[in-house]
Each structure stands twice: as C-alpha cells, then as structure tokens.
C-alpha cells in the first residue's frame, strides 16, 4: 500500500483558514483522477477539491473542520485501505480516555472525529458499531450527552436566545477584522455629479463599470492603494484586479475582473454581468473570487446615503458607491483605506482623481 | 408553444423582477420603457426565465438581447420551437 498523492488546502484563496464543508466519498472508496472529493468554504465560496490520481481515498478531516492553507487533508491510496482504515478504528473507551470503562462499542474513524469533536459519551449512542450517520442522528436528536456537570447551562430566562453564525460567516468575519481590527482605517468622501438633464430612470441607472473601470485607471496612477501592509511591509500588487462586493440574496461574495486595467468600459460591463449571472447561478469559481486586489462595494440599489465599508484581506483600499441624490443630482463615493499602507493626501489625491474620471464620463455623455 | 404565451409567461416574471404587477410588456419593449431595468435587473430576469423554462442561454445571447422580442425568441431556440 503506496502513497500516491495528497490533498492539500489550495493556497489560491485569500482566507488563512477555510472549513470542511463535505466529503463526497467515503474513506477507502475508489476515486479516479479529477473527481470532486471534497468542499471546502472560504469567507468567499465554496471550493471543490479534485482527486490528484486515480486510487483509494483516505480522509484525514470531517465535515465542519477547520484547516489551514497547505494542510493535507486527504490521502490518495494506489490500493485497498480497509486494513489500515481497521486499524484506525479505536475502542471508545480510548477515544474518551476513560481507560477504566471498557466498552465493546467501537466507532469508524469519521464516527470518532465527531464523537471527539462533540465530547459525546459514546455509551449513549444506541449502537455496537458505530459510524458517521449513527453520530449525527444522535446530534440530530439532542440527547443528552451524558455530561452530570450542567453549571455552564444558563437557564434559557438567563439570556436571550441567539441565532449561530456559519462557519463561513466566521472565516468572513476574521478576514474582514484583520485590517480594520488594526484601528489604521480612515475613510474619506466625495459626492459625484451627475447629469441634472437626465430622467431620473437615467440618473439611477448603475454607475458601477463606470465607477470599476475609473478605479483601475486611477490604480495605474496610485499604486499605494493597490497594495496591502504584512508584517511591516507594504506589498504592492503587480496586478489591477477589481473586486465587486455582491450581495443579492446569496450571501456576501467578492467577485473579481481580472485585469480590469486592461479591459474598456464596453469589456467592464460585460465582465460585471457575467459575474453576476454566476454569482446567481452559484457558479462562481475560486478564480473569480480569490484575486482581486481593490474592492468596490456597491450599495446604491438600497438607497444608502453613504456608508464605511469594510477593507478585505489583503488589500489597502475599498471604495463605497451609494445611491444617487436626485434631489441633489449627486451620489457619495466613500474610501476607506488602511492608514499603514498610505495617507490621508494620497487616498484624497485617488479619490479626486477617481471622481474626476467619473465626472467626466457622466458629463460628456 | 408560441411566443404569445411565452411573451404571457414572461410578462409575470417582469411583474415579479420589477416588482409592478400591472407591468405591460410586447416585443418592441426595450429597458428604456421599463423602470429599474437596469443590468443588474436585466441578468436577474435571465435567471428566473431559465428558471421557468428549465433552459440556459449562452453569456453572449443574452449581452446581445436588444428588446423583449428578442427574449421571447431566444426562449423559443432553446425550447426547440
């Protein structure tokens, strides 16, 4: 029995950590080369995992784990495992180290990962050989598990009930904080005319390739905001890469054009629709999520007057659109930028630059 | 199958979409006639067409989509009509 290969976490997604999400096979299953073994969240999307090679697959994590880029999370066999996965079955009464209660119950190796990662009593769950399912219909029904010491169990008129977050909301809350946690972000804003002739239907009509391919000219000209600061040092992108913050009812997702520098108006546009057909579809790849260097979110659909938003992982910037003042025949562009990677003059200086592209593409059409 | 009761059919997902539920639309109707029609609104509507029709359109056929006619049209192709 050979290693043939190993699955390890990509390092193509901006998230240090990303959860388990499901194991598409079970150990010892036969895979062939190129079939999705296994999904894995970032704060971003959901990712599948292909098998490397043809050959037997052995899982070393469980659905809800936490890894780490890089780690190896599966194997892939050139044989039959079942002995070394036999091996790995262990007595409960190991597993919970309660050496002094043997117990002929015993647990597949993924029964025993969630037994462990519960604090389960294994004497509670009604079967002699254990597997995964058993665990989790036994999680399902919220028995007990055992434990005598309820002190930590508040009474539910102690405090209020509350609604747990996913593990992907989680991964997005710490990539989110690691910027802003810094207590370094400043945000600055300017308004947008806009064309007081037009209809209002043409006032509110959608700014955002306008406002992404402006952004990535005015990129060229500052680079400091195309950067992010780690570990003392400011890294500049070599590429212009816009992210678009989309959020419509699939949950929050940074969609990238790749390129955007390169791209015009016309070739914006229609990379902005494609994204959003894909986000709706579910369909966005780990590519188009994974590398943008700017991020602009767009709130204007929602009435916003303006608002701070949040630098993502990795970047020093991010620009907020909110929605056209017909009152006033303008809207706000706000920018909050990471005051360890530039300064107050240089991101005014960007955004002038940025409000002067737009103004003058509004204004001459 | 013609493109009248596709042009019905498509008439309540605009209602839906744009949320007018008195919304009138024919072939010629372009995004200049319907409020909010913008290209946001306009892949939304894609999406809940496929999804009644249980089709997909190419990314390109729907770039190129000019007015509600050419919509129905584009149905009919992918219904095989």
Redesign the interface.
């Known amino acids: 029995m050979k290693v043939l290969s190993e699955i390890t976490i990509p390092k193509d997604n901006a998230d240090e950590e990303v959860i388990i999400s499901e194991l598409n096979y079970k150990d010892n299953d036969q895979v062939k080369k190129s079939d999705s073994v296994m999904d894995i969240e970032t704060s971003k999307t959901s990712i599948e995992l292909e098998a490397p090679a043809d050959g037997y697959i052995e899982y070393l994590v469980s659905p809800g784990d936490e890894a780490v880029i890089g780690q190896v999370v599966a194997k892939i066999y050139d044989s039959d495992i079942s002995d070394l996965i036999n091996l790995q079955i262990e007595s409960p009464s190991e597993a919970n180290g309660k050496e002094n209660e043997p117990s002929s119950k015993v647990a597949t190796k993924e029964a025993q990962m969630l037994i462990e990662e519960h604090g389960i009593d294994i004497n509670l769950i009604p079967s002699d050989f254990i597997k995964k399912e058993d665990v989790d219909l036994f999680l399902k029904g919220s028995v007990p598990s055992g434990d005598s010491d309820n002190s930590h169990n508040l009474s539910s008129t102690d405090m209020p009930a509350g609604v747990a977050i996913s593990k992907s909301k989680k991964i997005e809350i710490k990539a989110l904080s690691s910027v802003q946690s810094t207590g370094m972000v400043s945000t600055i804003f300017m308004n947008i005319d806009v064309d007081e002739s037009l209809s209002d239907?043409e006032k509110?009509?959608?700014y955002?390739?306008l406002i992404a391919s402006e952004c990535a000219k005015a990129l060229e000209i500052f680079p400091m905001m195309n950067s992010y600061f780690l570990d003392n040092q400011i890294i500049q992108h070599e590429l212009i890469n816009i992210g678009l913050a989309l959020d419509?009812n699939n949950g929050l997702k940074v969609y990238t054009i790749p390129d955007t520098n390169k791209l015009n108006l016309e070739e914006v546009?229609?990379k902005?629709?494609?994204g959003?057909?894909k986000y709706?579809?579910k369909e966005l790849t780990p590519s188009d999520l994974s590398t943008s260097t700017f991020t602009i979110s767009d709130l204007s659909?929602y009435g916003v007057e303006r608002f701070v938003p949040l630098i993502n992982l990795k970047q020093a910037a991010i620009i907020g659109v909110s929605a056209v003042d017909l009152k006033l025949n303008r809207f706000n562009l706000s920018l909050a930028f990471d005051h360890r990677v530039t300064e107050g003059k240089v991101a005014s200086e960007f955004l002038s630059t940025l409000k002067q592209g737009i103004e003058e593409s509004i204004l001459k059409n | 199958m013609d493109n009248s009761e596709i042009l019905l059919s498509i008439n309540k997902i605009f209602a839906q979409v744009f949320k007018n539920p008195d919304i009138k639309i024919n072939g010629n109707t372009t995004s200049d006639d319907v409020k909010n029609w913008d290209s946001l609104n306009n892949i939304i509507l894609v999406v809940m067409i496929e999804d009644f029709y249980k089709i997909r359109f190419d990314l390109d056929e729907v770039q190129n989509l000019k007015n509600v006619e050419d919509l129905c049209n584009c149905v009919a192709k992918h219904l095989d009509l």
């Open positions: 239907d509110t009509s959608s955002l390739p419509i546009e229609g902005i629709n494609e959003i057909y709706l579809r659909q």
